[in-house]
């Protein structure tokens, strides 16, 4: 990870490449599952723009990415919005949150399939699951993007199969170049 760890911080001494800060269409479309209350884990989150808005719906945040320059300027926002976000410098490669603790988990543009089995452990009972990533449509586009980082069709709905089913665009006729799933943690 370390490899890319540097690589993201070259490309953010370049600047913050979402300067307003705009969360995540994905979670502005589904803000009704929202509620504002408890633990919510931002993992990879860059700059933070997902974080400050989740914060700003009233959750409590963990911010979780390995650039330090990343983090410093989702720092600088949320001082500057008057936000509280705990903001976590991790190697992604090692980072295993804690077992029960969070009523959400969101992860955006980041597959590290390794990681998705504690991050399933990480929510409590009920949580909301909100994952959206590259699949395999983004290989066309973009033929320097490593396949392995691509999601095979209906593998985040594998990979979470015992969790409802809220909401995806993971289907055999979608060309998008990122598929989402959201859904629930069993309460069992």
């Not at 705990?86 to 490669?93: G, K, Q």
């Not at 990681?115 to 586009?141: C, H, K, Q, W």
Request: some cysteine; glycine content about 8%.
């Amino acid at each position: 990870m370390r490899a890319d760890i540097e690589r993201w911080e070259r490309k953010y001494a370049r600047g913050n490449p979402n300067p307003e800060f705009a969360p995540t269409p994905l979670l502005v479309a589904y803000r009704r599952l929202l509620t504002g209350s408890g633990l919510a884990l931002d993992v990879a989150c860059g700059v933070g723009h997902n974080a400050l808005y989740l914060a700003g719906l009233g959750f409590e945040v963990f911010a979780a990415d390995g650039s330090l320059r990343a983090l410093r300027y989702g720092r600088e926002q949320a001082r500057a919005r008057g936000l509280s976000v705990h903001w976590l410098a991790v190697d992604l490669d090692r980072f295993r949150p804690p077992p029960g603790r969070f009523d959400l988990v969101l992860v955006v543009k980041f597959l590290d399939r390794d990681l998705v089995p504690a991050l399933r452990r990480s929510l409590s009972p009920g949580g909301l699951m909100i994952y959206e990533t590259f699949n395999v449509n983004a290989l066309a586009d973009k033929p320097d993007f490593n396949p392995a980082y691509a999601l095979r069709r209906g593998e985040l709905a594998e990979l979470f199969q015992d969790f409802e089913t809220i909401a995806t665009n993971d289907s055999p006729t979608v060309r998008e170049p990122l598929t989402h799933w959201i859904g629930r943690k069993p309460v069992r």
